[in-house]
């Protein structure tokens, strides 16, 4: 069964990086990973950019598979699960500053996709009960959706043939959002899991971006002005969870968090209240992130709310 409950990503260590030997080696240790099970999580996230693994002519990069490898291990000696999520492949990336492009409409480029996922299939495969496979983080534009559902129900039927068992994690279009749930084709077997990423309300989780044009970026705004309510995310999470039990699978939201700008006592009022929703409907999540990346739990402004906040996550 999709197991999973509790976790948090691993932002930033080989996705949205600078793909230096200092940070795929050292960013995230095995220290950090023994502290994430000492938080009580089950799992955790892990964001991989095709160019770790690939090198420029597209031949596998053994050395970015090993890493991947290590990561898988450490999680596993620690008593934790581990989803793979590609979060920028060939001629894609939810990034516009990336400059991927052509990946919906280009054989070659989803041919790609589709060899990555297999060779992930070959290596870890055997390893169902352990680690997951998310094909793609966060596909963007509406006009995607229907290119979308051929190349991820073609890229299970890939990845089947050498990892039959595994649970493979899909998400929807406008940035994964959970409104976008119901436009997935229904799932083609029962260990396809349905996934969104949940920053709403989006003027509360991101107040302060420098990256969004989407608010007014000096606004500031407390967790009281926000009107996040349970009701408030049982109504926004309704469709997807109605999706779900109508196709027989599982839900999982990837991603969700607050940046470091709130206030830290706002941040777990906002967990808190989101975390009793993913509890009545036995919804898997990974928080964003463990550390830095604009919301990192690890850090030391979280200090005098984490050990309270953990037990929300």
């Known amino acids: 069964m999709f ?20 940070r795929l080696l050292n ?10 099970a000492s938080w009580g999580l089950d799992h ?3 964001p991989v950019d095709y160019n770790v693994i690939q090198n420029n002519d597209l031949s596998i990069k053994k050395e970015g598979y090993a890493l991947v490898g290590k990561a898988v291990e450490l999680a596993k000696k620690h008593g934790l699960k581990i989803v793979i999520d590609l979060h920028k492949t060939l001629g894609y990336s939810f990034d516009k500053d990336e400059k991927e492009a052509g990946f919906f409409d280009n054989e070659k480029y989803q041919e790609n996709f589709y060899k990555v996922w297999e060779e992930f299939a070959k290596l870890f495969g055997k390893m169902n009960d352990t680690v997951y496979f998310e094909l793609l983080n966060e596909v963007t534009n509406q006009s995607y959706i229907d290119p ?11 990845i089947r043939a ?46 302060g971006a420098h990256w969004t044009d989407q608010i007014d970026q000096k606004a500031r705004v407390s967790f009281e002005e926000s009107g996040t309510t349970t009701q408030y995310f049982e109504e926004m999470f309704k469709d997807a969870i109605d999706k779900a039990k109508e196709d027989n699978v ?21 967990f808190k209240v989101i ?11 990974s928080a964003w992130s463990y550390k830095e990346m604009d919301f990192g739990l690890s850090d030391e402004r979280m200090d005098k709310v984490r050990d309270e906040l953990i037990k929300h996550l």
């Not at 595994?166 to 119901?182: E, Q």
Request: glycine share 6%; charged share 25%; hydrophobic share 35%.
């Open 148 to 158: 979308w559902n051929r190349i991820w129900k073609t890229c299970v039927k890939r």
């Open 162 to 207: 050498f990892a039959p068992d595994s649970y493979i994690i899909v998400g929807s279009y406008n940035y994964n959002a959970v409104s976008t749930v119901k436009y997935l084709e229904r799932a083609t077997d029962d260990k396809i899991v349905y996934n969104f990423h949940c920053y709403e309300p989006f003027k509360f989780t991101h107040q």
């Open 27 to 36: 960013f995230i240790t095995e220290k950090d990973i023994e502290k994430i």
């Open 44 to 46: 955790v996230r892990l």
């Open 3 to 22: 197991d999973i409950k509790k976790g948090v990503n691993l932002g930033g260590w080989m996705s949205q990086c600078d793909y230096s030997d200092d």
């Open 275 to 285: 975390n009793t929703v993913f509890e009545k409907y036995g919804i898997g999540r």
């Open 250 to 270: 599982n839900l999982y939201c990837g991603e969700y968090g607050v940046i470091d700008v709130a206030k830290p006592e706002d941040a777990l009022s906002w």
